[in-house]
């Protein structure tokens, strides 16, 4: 069966600071592999996603950058955080089946 | 642009009480439809994918339905254990999917 993770659960970072957030997924191939944010009573914002490796599709134009350096890995970056940047962090896969499959997700603050 | 909108933000229920979450949904071409349960502070969870009008799905006490312009998920008697927020998405032509903002369910035992 297929598993996915994500690190940290939770993260308290000072603005301007750096960050990096990875997921990965066990038990699939070449997976798609998505980024959201959630912010507090709002839907699920897509920043990213990915087809395959190297392969990176921008949503949103914001302080943050994905990669994805391996099959079943997906890295979210920023070189400096904003107060904004606040939320929690969902990473998805999804196959030919098309459902979409969400990780336990990283909460992160920026002081 | 696909739109989804989900009603009612919120819904408390009595232990038993049947219910429905309506989600309305506008898309070029809808590729599938998707329901998903998420507890505070956890990723969301799959439920359900529809595809075409007409088709049902179900699991437990829930049933998801769809039409060309809307898709309903009956709860039938709820437990406690039932109370989560139900979020919907549509895919479209491309690989994205846009979700509605949930709807927050609560059954009162």
């Known amino acids: 069966s297929q598993t996915i993770h994500q690190w940290p659960a939770t993260l308290v970072q000072p603005v301007g600071s750096p960050l990096s957030l990875e997921c990965t997924v066990e038990?699939?191939?070449?997976?798609?592999l998505y980024w959201y944010r959630q912010a507090a009573g709002r839907g699920l914002q897509l920043l990213f996603y990915?087809?395959?490796?190297?392969?990176i599709s921008s949503e949103v134009p914001q302080n943050l950058s994905a990669s994805r350096p391996q099959d079943r890995q997906f890295i979210l970056s920023s070189k400096k955080l904003l107060l904004s940047d606040s939320g929690f962090y969902l990473c998805?896969?999804?196959?030919?089946?098309?459902?979409?499959?969400f990780g336990p997700g990283t909460r992160l603050t920026v002081l | 642009e696909d739109q989804v909108t989900q009603s009612p933000e919120a819904l408390r229920l009595q232990e038993g009480e049947s219910s429905s979450l309506n989600c309305s949904y506008t898309v070029s071409g809808l590729r599938g439809l998707f329901w998903y349960r998420q507890d505070p502070g956890k990723g969301p969870e799959f439920l359900f994918t529809l595809y075409s009008a007409g088709e049902e799905k179900e699991k437990e006490r829930l049933k998801a339905t769809l039409t060309k312009k809307e898709s309903f998920l009956h709860i039938t008697a709820p437990k406690p254990e039932d109370s989560a927020t139900y979020l919907c998405?549509?895919?479209?032509?491309?690989?994205?999917?846009?979700f509605g903002t949930g709807t927050r369910l609560t059954i009162i035992p």
């Open positions: 998405a549509v895919q479209g032509a491309g690989e994205k999917l846009t």
């Open positions: 038990g699939t191939s070449n997976p798609n």
């Open positions: 998805a896969w999804s196959s030919a089946a098309r459902a979409q499959y």
């Open positions: 990915s087809v395959g490796i190297g392969q």
